[in-house]
């Protein structure tokens, strides 16, 4: 019969969109057959022109909730069928559409509930809606035997509930019940066997007795405790060596978590959607969250149950959970339960794991509100490996091989791209090896051996070394070029000017750049304005140490200033001696970026003498500025020469009075994150009135600041446009490289 052939692509594949394809099919009196393959899902269909005019509008609008088509491509074809059929899985081009991990369907959750279910308490329940997918996946097209899952023989009713194309678990891949599907047990701290009935109320005894359990989850372990008792949160926190970055908390529900914080709607629909990140909202002040989950910021980051197993645990406990990556500081989430017990040892006081294996390492993604809308600040499970698509087809693979810290990778393949799941820093060997192995997977998923490799300018960086030694032709990309070309290829742009402020970054010049206000396209970049530099004595210290940098700050706008008031905590001897440093030019280096400038100020108003991790100060000035506070202090534009300058030698001269005055930190942090939103929005429109309208766009880590980044976009008349589904900070520098490595291949 005449009929049409039609070529999807996107994610349609373990969504459950062959059986609803097929029931689409049959309701629409249509013969054909739907399968998958590397690249997606074909549709042979044939039957009156009506019929298929109506199955082709609601294929395009009636989709399954997790599927998302990115294209549909149809022509005529001969259709040989006597019904509508699921056939087997074909070969071709391998593109990613196996579906990131999806969190428990509220049907599932109904029947793990219902003790008259035969799913009643199973921790591995899943079906077309739900379930693991990428952390199981071994190998594309989506099918079974490609997943992890292939070790569980499928029992009768299951196998009958796989094959009826009426029930909702038809072609479920990861399909399970307690008598054909994984099961859980219980270790000790040695990783002895412990028998018992129940591992999960056996667990949460431990928990609600102030104890630590690792729990195996879908992408690795996490390290568990007791949220409401501040001497499990201490012991865990000791034990794995984390001094005080915070840690994320799971609830049971959306009661729970009202409970613990405030949540506006953009909370509420991160919180419950399918991909189930870590949400960042402000915590209520009498909370009964242990001060240690979260001390230097008001923000706490909630999640619900995403698992059955979560479900369950979390129910039976009865308390908020703190939930936080299975590792040691800069360690990778341990994956295998031998692993797990080895590198985890001394941590955990009980170890809930399962035999089910974890093909890919994917911790859990971070979101937050800003501007009114979600920003993924952590993308990894829930979105990896969900492809973003390219403003223009690659004519090569490309791997884009990202940052130092947060790093992800990127590969590209035809029109594109996939950001691996968030490695954290590279600084580890552990954590290097585990980034090299999720390149080599995806590749695998992709069928490709990219000959195309881009790489920060920074020679240091690890990810610059390996690039460096992968066969093919290497580019260098500049750091703030590539967060520029992010949010261009996110937004869909060809030029834009770009507020790209961060931390740091290697300059072209060798300086270190992050307040950086470029024109840029995909292919290239102006330096339209940066900030004043600020010396950094002790080159990499005054990052740990920002008094430091304070020191620089205020010696550069006043140089007799009274240190010993504004730095009280620091000796007089260690003031001279950076005073040295920085009056000979030794050892300090000129710094553009704004995290500096968020790290000086935090120490004269906050008394934040060392940072013990990344971002500790900007998090902490950004939780003390008062929310009503709109004044803000003086600055300047030089723009006599390119690039223009912006100039806050008097803001902070203003801003040591009103320290010296006695004003509140509150108003102090307020003050001076204005100072930045002002300066901010003023250079932009400087640059619009001398290169003429154009979009304009905000990346790099400070654009996590949600008052910063709602600020300026405010200030601008809701003009700037900031990252959502890609990370503003180097968690998306990649997908910048990807980009403009493939305007510089273009171009030869």
């Known amino acids: 019969m005449p009929g049409r052939r039609i070529d999807i692509t996107g994610v349609v594949q373990g969504v459950g969109f062959r059986p609803w394809v097929a029931r689409l099919a049959r309701a629409e009196g249509l013969v054909g057959s739907v399968r998958n393959h590397a690249a997606g899902v074909t549709i042979e269909a044939a039957g009156s022109d009506e019929s298929l005019a109506r199955f082709l509008e609601r294929l395009r609008h009636e989709a399954p909730a997790a599927a998302r088509l990115d294209r549909i491509a149809e022509q005529p074809a001969n259709v040989v069928a006597a019904d509508f059929a699921i056939v087997a899985s074909g070969a071709g081009q391998k593109r990613v559409s196996v579906p990131p991990d999806l969190a428990t369907c509220p049907d599932c959750l109904a029947e793990i509930l219902d003790p008259a279910d035969r799913r009643h308490g199973y921790a591995f329940t899943n079906c077309t809606a739900c379930g693991p997918r990428f952390t199981v996946a071994v190998d594309v097209p989506w099918d079974r035997p490609n997943t992890s899952m292939a070790g569980f023989p499928l029992c009768a009713d299951c196998a009958s509930e796989y094959g009826d194309e009426a029930d909702r678990r038809y072609h479920a891949e990861p399909i399970a019940c307690p008598t054909c599907g994984p099961r859980l047990s219980l270790l000790d701290e040695r990783g002895a066997a412990i028998p018992c009935a129940d591992p999960i ?17 879908l992408g690795g372990f996490h390290l568990a405790c007791d949220a409401t008792n501040e001497e499990a949160v201490l012991q865990l926190r000791q034990r794995k060596h984390r001094e005080a970055k915070p840690l994320a908390v799971m609830v049971a529900g959306p009661d729970e978590a009202t409970d613990l914080a405030f949540l506006g709607d953009t909370e509420w629909a991160l919180l419950q959607s399918t991909e189930r990140p870590i949400v960042l909202a402000r915590r209520h002040r009498n909370s009964r969250l242990a001060p240690s989950v979260a001390p230097d910021t008001q923000l706490v980051g909630l999640l619900l149950p995403y698992t059955p197993l979560h479900h ?158 992968r066969p093919g032709r290497r580019i260098a990309v500049q750091h703030h070029h590539a967060h520029a070309a992010a949010a261009l290829a996110e937004h869909g742009l060809e030029r834009a000017l770009a507020l790209t402020w961060d931390g740091t970054g290697l300059g072209p010049d060798g300086s270190a750049w992050g307040g950086e206000l470029l024109l840029a396209t995909r292919a290239s970049f102006e330096r339209v304005a940066t ?9 990499e210290r005054a990052i740990r140490e920002p008094w430091r940098v304070a020191l620089a700050l205020v010696d550069d706008a006043m140089p007799h200033a009274p240190l010993e008031k504004l730095l009280p905590h620091v000796a007089p001897r260690e003031i001279e001696a950076v005073r040295q440093l920085l009056r000979a030019g030794v050892n300090s280096p000129a710094a553009h970026g704004v995290g500096r400038l968020f790290d000086a100020a935090g120490s004269l108003v906050l008394g934040l003498d060392h940072a013990r991790y990344e ?16 004044a803000h202090y003086p600055f300047a534009i030089l723009d006599t020469a390119m690039p223009w300058q912006i ?53 790099g880590g400070c654009f996590q600041n949600a008052r910063l980044a709602a600020g300026i976009r405010t200030a601008l008349g809701g003009r700037l446009s900031l990252h959502r589904e890609v990370p503003p900070g180097d968690g998306g520098i990649a997908l910048g490289q990807v980009v403009v490595a493939a305007a510089a291949i273009a171009a030869k």
């Not at 056996?202 to 690792?214: D, H, R």
């Not at 900030?531 to 080159?539: D, T």
């Not at 009135?689 to 766009?697: K, L, T």
């Open 201 to 217: 109320a056996e667990a949460a005894t431990c928990l609600q007795n102030g104890g630590i359990v690792a729990i195996k989850g």
């Open 312 to 469: 369950l645990l979390v129910a039976s406990v009865g308390l908020p959970l703190v939930m936080t990556s299975g590792n040691r500081a800069d360690e990778p989430i341990a994956i295998e339960n031998d692993e797990a017990v080895r590198r985890l040892s001394g941590i955990a006081d009980r170890f809930l794991v399962h035999d089910r294996p974890i093909a890919s390492r994917c911790d859990d993604s971070v979101a937050r509100a800003i501007a009114g809308a979600p920003v993924v600040m952590r993308r990894a499970r829930g979105w990896v490996p969900r492809a973003i698509p390219l403003p223009a087809a690659v004519t090569q693979p490309i791997l884009a091989c990202g940052a130092q810290l947060k790093n992800t990778f990127c590969l590209a393949v035809g029109d594109q791209a996939v950001l691996g799941p968030h490695g954290g820093d590279l600084d580890h060997l552990e954590a290097f090896a585990a980034w090299e192995e999720a390149i080599e997977r995806m590749e695998r998923f992709l069928g490709v051996r990219p000959e195309v490799v881009a790489h920060d300018l920074h020679p240091d960086y690890l990810s610059t070394r390996y690039a460096e030694a």
């Open 531 to 539: 900030f004043r530099p600020v010396r950094l004595a002790g080159g």
């Open 615 to 630: 971002g500790q100060v900007a998090m902490a000035l950004e939780a003390a500025a008062d929310p009503w506070e709109r």
């Open 647 to 699: 100039d806050l030698r008097e803001g902070v001269r203003a801003l040591v009075s009103d320290r010296l005055a006695g004003l509140s930190a509150k108003i102090l942090a307020a003050r001076w994150h204005e100072t930045l939103v002002a300066a901010g929005a003023a250079v932009v429109r400087r640059a619009l009135a001398h290169y003429g309208s154009m979009p304009v766009v905000g990346s």
